[in-house]
């Protein structure tokens, strides 16, 4: 033991002198003085442990005239500390206006260089998640200057997925009664200080649309759809494929849209309906689709119309409630080829009666809630 003390003390005194002979032509002032000029480093209430020992105060060097200095703050193997402070470098007055700059200056009479702190204080803004029931929740914090305003950079509160819950709004309270104010600014203060922000958001993944644009990027996803106003088509294409969430029509209306064929124009059975599929999870509700135009096919090989209002398939589980249907069909350039299996079309009126369906296909009427759903399509021209 007595042995690896000695080594560690002979290593901390190698070190010390390595940082003194750095200092630039300095020395300790009671080393050989003559004709060298005094550099003192006034600690200003920081403590300087330099592998050997604590420094307190101030150290004093004497130095050759116009040489360089080396911060003995951030020397290897220094530690330049002031509890509760954090240090912010070198000036040459007690007022700390005028900073040294080691890369620059030399030392060319003697020299009092004042050590700088300030306060070791934190301002943030930590966004917490609050859902009725459960503790709220942080999702992260950031630091910030007094006077700054919160931005939510890293989407803390915004992006919510992986906790199967969409953003609505940030609010200052966590009773989530008052909005955030986006003009409020970090007021700082003496000591750290945490802004809370609180997000209020609902259940579930959602898309929230109000325009055409934003339904044919939500229908895209495997989110559910929120309708945030009626939702003008501009006599565009709709297509629903399989649909496996929910749509909350909140009472709009899904207007001015064209209906393809699913199997395509020209296929030996074309399929025709606002969605393709609807699986067990699908929950449609509160919801008009307004202006639909069903593009039948000029075709002269179909032997089977799959023709439904809303959907072609509808599977065990799913939920259709409030949802209303209006269109139109144009069957001019249909030529009807059927053989006896084929669905039994023969006319508009029977095409018009097909598209007032739910579904082209059976479901079982126990395992698929249906509430006040109706499809009225009726024939566009003579």
């Not at 300095?26 to 480093?41: A, H, P, V, W, Y």
């Not at 005028?98 to 200056?105: E, H, L, M, P, V």
């Not at 309708?227 to 899904?254: P, Q, S, V």
């Not at 124009?265 to 074309?270: E, I, K, N, R």
């Amino acid at each position: 033991m007595k042995f690896n003390k000695q080594i560690a003390i002979a290593v901390m005194f190698v070190v010390l002198v390595a940082a003194l002979a750095l200092l630039g032509a300095c020395s300790n002032r009671d080393e050989n003085i003559e004709g060298k000029l005094q550099l003192t480093f006034q600690f200003n209430g920081g403590i300087l442990d330099n592998g050997a020992t604590n420094l307190q105060d101030s150290v004093n060097h004497a130095c050759e005239k116009n040489s360089y200095v080396v911060d003995i703050a951030t020397f290897p193997g220094f530690k330049f500390t002031r509890s509760g402070y954090v240090f912010e470098g070198w000036f040459r007055d007690k007022e700390l206006t005028d900073a040294w700059d080691f890369s620059k200056d030399r030392i060319t009479a003697d020299t009092t260089l004042y050590a700088k702190w300030r306060p070791d204080i934190v301002y943030t803004y930590g966004v917490y998640l609050v859902v009725e029931g459960k503790e709220n929740e942080l999702l992260g914090r950031y630091t910030v200057e007094q006077g700054e305003k919160f931005v939510d950079k890293r989407n803390y509160g915004t992006n919510l997925r992986s906790k199967k819950r969409t953003f609505e709004r940030f609010c200052s309270d966590p009773a989530l009664t008052t909005p955030w104010d986006d003009n409020f600014v970090h007021p700082g203060g003496a000591v750290s200080t945490e802004i809370p922000v609180y997000v209020q958001s609902i259940d579930g993944v959602w898309q929230f649309v109000s325009d055409y644009e934003q339904l044919l990027a939500a229908i895209k996803t495997s989110d559910s759809i929120w309708l945030k106003d009626n939702i003008d088509c501009g006599g565009k294409d709709l297509y629903f494929d399989t649909f496996n969430a929910e749509l909350k029509g909140d009472n709009h209306k899904i207007f001015n849209f064209n209906v393809e064929s699913f199997a395509g124009t020209m296929q030996v059975a074309p399929q025709y309906s606002i969605f393709n599929q609807l699986n067990a999870k699908a929950n449609i509700h509160d919801v008009t689709f307004e202006g639909a135009h069903f593009a039948l096919a000029d075709s002269a090989i179909s032997y089977k119309l799959a023709i439904a209002g809303l959907a072609q398939r509808v599977a065990n589980g799913a939920k259709i409630t409030n949802v209303h249907v209006r269109g139109t069909f144009d069957s001019s350039q249909l030529k009807f080829v059927f053989t006896a299996t084929a669905t039994n079309v023969t006319s508009d009126d029977d095409i018009a009666q097909l598209f007032a369906q739910l579904s082209f296909e059976e479901y079982k009427d126990d395992e698929v809630t249906v509430q006040n759903f109706d499809s009225q399509i009726t024939k566009q021209g003579n």
